[in-house]
Nanobody, 117 residues
């Protein structure tokens, strides 16, 4: 099982980034996918999720209206489109795969996003 995030980097306030999380080793289309983030000195924070089929999403209030989660089950990949980025969005971003009702819960290694001028 592997989740590999990519797309992080340094961006100016107001800018955009798109993170990707490529999955392998499990039936991706059966898993709810979540994004979390962790800023220095803070606890890991839930960002949002997308249902297995992609028909449902939900977001934390802090990113609602700015971030969008999507997935391509044919490519075993989930995305996090981040717009109107703020310095407080600076964190390591992690993707998480969950098979609801089971113990199957997998994490990626994270990708750093830094929002700074």
């Amino acid at each position: 099982v592997q989740l590999v995030e990519s797309g992080g980097g340094l961006v100016q306030p107001g800018g955009s980034l798109r993170l990707s999380c490529a999955a392998s080793g499990f039936t991706f289309s059966s898993y709810v996918m979540r994004w979390y983030r962790q800023a220095p000195g803070k606890e890991r924070e839930w960002v949002g999720f997308i249902s297995a089929a992609g028909g449902s999403t939900a977001y934390a209030d802090s990113v609602l209206g700015r971030f969008t989660i999507s997935r391509d089950n044919a490519k075993n990949t989930v995305y996090l489109q981040m717009n109107s980025l703020k310095p407080e969005d600076t964190a390591v971003y992690y993707c998480n795969a969950v098979f609801v009702g089971t113990k199957h819960n997998y994490w990626g290694q994270g990708t750093q996003v830094t929002v700074s001028s």
